[in-house]
Each structure stands twice: as C-alpha cells, then as structure tokens.
C-alpha cells in the first residue's frame, strides 16, 4: 500500500487583482475515488480547479501526482500528467461535426498522411460514445446542431477518451436530465472501478451524496473540511459551506391568490410545442416542470414575443392580447427573466447600473435624455433591497459572482412592475444563500398579487414554492398537479411519460 | 500577518496602477511625445504649428466619432473614406447651381443615406458589417467617380473663409470638432438611445429582450458614422479648396486606429469619446512630429502600426 495519496495540492494560494481566490489550500484525494469538492460561488472551487488542468498558474505551493512534484503551467502540461477536465462553459468547437470534436488533434489518416480517413474516424467516435453508454447522438452532426444536454455528452466523451487518470467534471449535471444523469452517475462508477480519480463539482448536494466517495469543503478560499457522506448530511453540509445555518429555506406562504391575470389557450409553435393552454392568477406561483427540451423554454419565450407562437390566444386580465416582441410584453406588463443569463440576461462589459437599468430606460427619460439622479436612485434601491454585492454600481457586472449577477438581472425585471413574471430558471448556479433570497423574493411578489410562472429543473424549487404545478414534455402539456397532489416520483413520472 | 496586509495592500495598489495604465496609456505615451517634441525641436511650441496640428486631426477626429459609434455596436464601417470623397465633391460641385447653405445640407445628408443604407443592410438582413461596409466603400467610390472624373473646386469664396478659415488663431473645423466630442460623450453617456447603443454591443439579444428596438439603434449608429465622415467631407473640402474623386481613401483605417488605441474594442464591449479623442491626439501629433523631423511617410507607417499594437498590448487582459 503506498504511503501517499495520489493527487497532492500543497499550500496552494492564488490572488486575482489583489482578492484572493485561494488561501494555503491543501488537498488531496486518490485514484479509484469520487472526491466531490463544494462551496458557495466564490468559494475557490473554480480556482482550484482551473489550477489542476493548467489554465491558471497558482501563485504559491506546489503539486504532487503519485509522489513527485509536477508543474501545471498550462493545459498542456496537464494533459500530459493525465488531468482533464470538462468545464461548464463548453469547449467545442460548434460548427465542427461532432466527431472532430471528440478527436480533435488525433484525427485517424489514411494511406496519405495529411489526409482524414473519416470512415475510420466516425468509426472510433462512435465507438468513444457507444463505449460510454452515450446513445442517440449522430457522429456526422455539427455540435452547434445538438441539444444542450448532447453536448455536455460530447465534452464528457471527449475529456474520457483520453483514458484521464483524474477527471474534473465542473457541475455536469446543470443541462443533463434525469436519464441522462443516470448514465452519467454509471459512467463515475465504471471509471472509478477503472482506478480514475474523479472530481466532482456540483450545487447540487443530493447528487454529492449519492456519488461521492468523500467531500471537501470550501468557503472563501480556504477548506473547511474533508467528510464522508456517511458520516453527514445535507444540513450540515451547507452549514460548512455557508458558515451558519440558514432560516426557512422556502419560506411559508399564505397563498392569497386572486383573479385570473394571464391565460394562455392552444399556444403552439412549430417545431417547439403544441396546443399549450393554462391560466395564472394574481399572486399565484404556478411552477412549470419538465426535462430539459420539454419545451417549457420555448413556451415562456413565445408568451414574452421573444419567439412569437404561430397559433393560439393569451389573454391578460380577461383581454386578449397581441405580442410580437419583447417590447409589446413588457408595455403589457409581462416579464421574463431567462434561464441563461450570460446569453442573453446580462450585458456583461456593462455597469450593474446600466444592467439593472436597461429594460425600463424609456421610464427616466425625457426629450432623449436620461435623468441620471432618477436612474440612480431606483438602481441603488434594488442593489440594497437585493444585497447585490459590491454595491457600487458603476462596477462591470463582469466582475460579479455568479449569484450576484443573477440579482441584477431580477432587479432588471422587478423595477418593471410586471403583472406577470416568467422565471426561467431563476436560481441556476446560485450559491445557497442566494437562492434562499430569491425564494423570499418571488414570496414577497406573489403577496403583491403579481402572477409568477416558475419554470424550473430542480423538483424541490418547484415543489416548495408552487401553488400548482404544470408539467411539460415533448412540446406538451401533460399534467396539473395542486400542491397537495404533487411529489417528487409523480412529477418525474409524468414529465417521463410514465404517467397520465 | 502585518506583512501579509501590506503585501495585500500594495498588490491592490499595483492592479489599480496597471489598470489605469491600461486605461490612459495613450496619455502617457502621448506626454512623452511632447516632450521629446519640445527638447528636439523649436518650431512645435509655435502658434503656426499648433493651429496646425489641429487642422489636421480634425478630419479623423470626425470620423473617429461615428467610427466609435458602429464599433460600439459591434459592428465596423468601412465606408467612411468614401463618404468624406462623396460629400466633399458634392458640395463643390453643387455650390456652383445652389446656394451654399442647401449644397452642404445636400452632402451631409448624402452621408446621412449611405448610413441608412449600410444601417439596414446589418440590421435586418442580418448582413456582416464588414462585407456591407466594404461593399458601399466600393459603391459610393463608383457614385463619386460617376459624378465628376475630375476634381472640383467650390466656387464660393465665402465658402472656403468661413469653413476653412479661423477664430483667432483657432481653425473653424477644430472648434466645430471640439464642439461634437462633448456631444457624442453626451450621446453615449446621457442618452437612452446612446446607453443601447453601448448595451448592444456587449449582448444584443439581452438589449432585445429588454425592449429596445435593437435594429432601430443599429441603423441609427451608422447614420450617425455616415453624417460625421460627411460634416468631415464637407470641412475638408473648405480647407483644401479642391475636391479629387480619390480624397479620403484609406481613412477609414485611421479612425479604426484612433478608436482601438482610445480603448474600443472591435467587436463591441468598449470604447468612449474620450479615450477616442486621446487616440485621434495622439495619432495627429505622430504625423506633426515626424513631419517636422522630416520623416519619410513609411517610416510614420511603421511607427503608427506599433503604436497601435503597443496600445492593444499594454490593454490586454489576462
């Protein structure tokens, strides 16, 4: 037995602009192990791990595989000691077919060197993927053609088919379904039984417990501990992480719930979803599940005239009503806020004020002129009532933690006093404490009489804070459950087609 | 644990230092140019010069401005030189049927069209502004060609002291220049239409979603590029006293050049009036400079081309 464990990170620190990311962090953790590594936003689990594949050099400390110190000053360093890593942001290559990505600088030849044998190299990507249980995806397609979800496929195939000895996976599950997720929780297994050392990231503590074989935590760059899932739970883990326990998670609501305020009847979009109806009522949070490509997207999207449907009726407040853009949506006083805010959330080279801003410019307007005092004052108002941090508001929204950032963009829609608010995914790679605080928000809201379409993958967000719960899949409307109908196995049930 | 502190504390003072430096480093760089000016040579400092050197930066100071604008949306225009040729011939030449008020409105809003033209182009056909800019550079060439092979003189001699002539010892065009930099930082800054055209740049389809009418902006940015590069047209002409059908090619490179060292960056996510105007500086004095020294033209091309490599460099992010 060797004395050692493989992976060794000793007193690493790493400072950006003068914060710093990482305090004198030791950690270790060995092969044929699943170490789940957790923290709130900001907490270094990013640092780290960009440390050990080699895209940001670590100030001080040093890194030891199997004994023998190593330098990981850039990926391909990393590489070559046998580290890959699949990150949350992509890195394929979009209009490449999905086999050049995977093989990306191993392309097979043929009796020409120089020249692709594509019959050859479609072979062994299909193979890398049928290998890992990764059926359904076509090898001649461009990636930019896949699904989300089929994409993080392709990324974790292409991390694993160069047989790793440590494999960072960073949040994998965020776009992945639940089937999905199934195969990919087989796959851990199998590389573990195969000696791998995986690390996995991830918010989503269920998921810790179920794969991990020991978790570290961290909080402001600095581990507080190593724990056995055994040896723990839920609670007390997001006591370590967050550093104190935290209050009502969701908070408890008295549903005062009104008259119908949207309703929406045989809306479809071709390609995308049919004959969708349902109505909303003033201060009623009506959760919307389904697996990702269900649709529920795409739905939100068209009642907000991002994608305008091409049949069938909205109604507001008993009128119907017209919508061809974004624009005729929020003058109706209807809001979205998206599932991706990168995307098309935030402006990220722009200022927390011009962010928070930019949806209700023409409210502080006059002859063309913006009233900077006004501006300033209704931004400052949401950074304080939102705790958004750092307060200053010319800062770049850029620089914001990820929790932050989402606070911007739903102060962006709260100054539009929408009557109905569509969240998309409204606590997508939020720390804890911020979720809790958007869950206080959308209670506050709905206690207002504003009427919240609450699209979400995650079953206990839309579990604790539905009043009824639509359930969604391939383009449907396949189930309404009251709050006292729903659970976790039925709305998974439904949303897989198990159930009518 | 002092030590560590004031580690920390000088580490934050040596990022803020850096991005100031990344920020004004045209500053800098143009101080140090004055002073090897003033310690080499005894005619920079001279009024004569001076009032020159304003002359000069005043076509691509103009130019500059709607330059800044389209590469704030994310987009370029390549045009702008044929705009300058397209206005700066038409109001010599019409001044000699029309009175010359009605002749400069008609060249300035022949820029104002082109604009709209490439506005529409990239706004909702969803055309590259690179291949549409190239394509109407092309075109309004063909059109100045088309107009007159030869060159035009305006016949108004009125024309050419008022525009082209001085307030003291002031050049008209560079007060007209320094009025529209305040302007357009106004614009940019104190607008609603002008913090879009910003926003846009960095996301256009959180801009949309947000309500803006995202192609409206667009067009009116490239309006705005087309009226500058014709006011500069119109200016130069008046200076010169002549208009050739091949003025202002080329042109379009300097503004990008102004804006880039200025801090814009291509693609959109960048910019101001005011760094725009430091660019403009100090590209104008590079060309004094080295003029008064006697420097052959290809030598200030290469010293341009670094200059603007050095201005990008000393911005990077890591």
Sequence with gaps: ?500 | MNASLSVQIRQRLFTRLRRRWADYGFIVAFVILILIAASFSDVFFTQRNISNLFRQIVTNGLISLGMLTVILTGGIDLSVGSIVALSAILVSGLQQQVPVPLAILAAVAAGGLVGIINGVLVAHFKLAPFIVTLATMGAVRGVVYVYSETPQTPSDPTFRTLLGGFVGPVPVAAVIMLICFPLVWSFLNRMAAGRAIVAIGGNQEAVRLAGINVNQHIILAYVISGLFSAIAGVLLAARLGIAQPSVGSGYELDAIAACVIGGAVLGGGGGGAIGTFGGVFTLGLIDNLLNMFNVQTYYQQILKGLIILFAVLARRKE
């Design chain 1, 1 to 500: 037995m060797r004395k050692h464990e493989y992976l060794l990170m000793q007193d690493i620190s790493k400072s950006y602009d003068g914060t710093q990311a990482l305090r004198g962090v030791t950690f270790s953790a060995d092969l044929g192990e699943v170490h789940a590594i957790v923290g709130e936003n900001g907490a270094g689990k990013s640092t780290l791990i960009k440390i050990l594949s080699g895209a940001v050099r670590y100030d001080a400390g040093q890194i030891l595989i199997d004994g023998k110190p190593v330098s990981l000053d850039s990926p391909l360093h990393a590489h070559q000691a046998g580290i890959r890593a699949v990150y949350q942001e992509f890195s394929l290559i979009p209009h490449l077919t999905v086999t050049e990505n995977i093989l990306l600088g191993r392309m097979p030849h043929g009796k020409l060197r120089g020249w692709v044998d594509w019959t050859a190299a479609h072979r062994r990507a299909q193979d890398i993927l049928d290998g890992l249980g990764f059926t359904g995806i076509d090898v001649r397609t461009p990636v930019s053609q896949l699904s989300v979800s089929h994409q993080q496929m392709v990324e974790i195939a292409k991390a694993v088919a160069e047989r790793p000895r440590i494999l960072i996976l960073d949040e994998p599950s965020a776009v992945l379904s639940q089937e999905e997720l199934k195969r990919l929780f087989a796959l851990v297994q199998q590389l573990k039984s195969a000696s791998t050392l995986i690390l996995y990231i991830s918010h989503r503590l269920n998921e810790v417990f179920e794969i991990a074989d020991r978790i570290t935590v961290l909080k402001d760059g600095e581990i507080v501990g190593t724990v056995r899932p055994q040896d723990t739970d839920e609670g007390r883990l997001i006591k370590m992480m967050v550093g104190r326990t935290l209050g009502e998670f969701y908070p408890k609501r008295e549903a005062k719930v009104g008259g119908e305020v949207l309703a929406v009847q045989g809306l479809s979009r071709e390609g995308a979803f049919a004959d969708v109806s349902f109505s909303l009522a003033r201060g009623e949070i009506l959760g919307m599940f389904g697996l990702v490509g269900s649709g529920r997207t795409q739905v939100a999207r068209s009642i907000y005239g991002a994608e305008p449907p091409d049949a069938g009726e909205i109604r507001l407040e008993g009128k119907t009503i017209k919508i061809r853009s974004p624009r005729d949506a929020l003058q109706l006083g209807i809001a979205l806020l998206t599932e991706d805010r990168k995307r098309d959330g935030l402006v990220l080279s722009c200022s927390i004020r011009d962010n928070i801003s930019l949806a209700t410019l023409p409210e502080v307007t006059r002859w063309g002129f913006l009233n900077m005092h006004q501006v300033d004052a209704r931004v400052q108002r949401q950074v304080q009532e939102l705790t958004i941090r750092p307060p200053q508001i010319q800062r770049l929204v850029r620089q914001l933690s990820g929790g932050n950032q989402q606070k911007v963009v739903l102060a962006k829609w709260l100054l539009t006093h929408a009557k109905v608010l569509i969240l998309d995914e409204p606590t997508r790679g939020v720390d804890i404490a911020t979720k809790v605080d958007i869950y206080h928000i959308m209670s506050d809201l709905a206690d207002q009489g504003v009427g919240i379409l609450l699209i979400s993958s995650e079953l206990p967000e839309i579990l604790g804070m539905s009043d009824r719960v639509l359930v969604m899949r391939e383009g449907r409307l396949v189930g309404e459950f009251t709050r006292a109908q729903a659970s976790e196995e039925k709305l998974l049930a439904c949303a897989a087609g198990l159930l009518q």
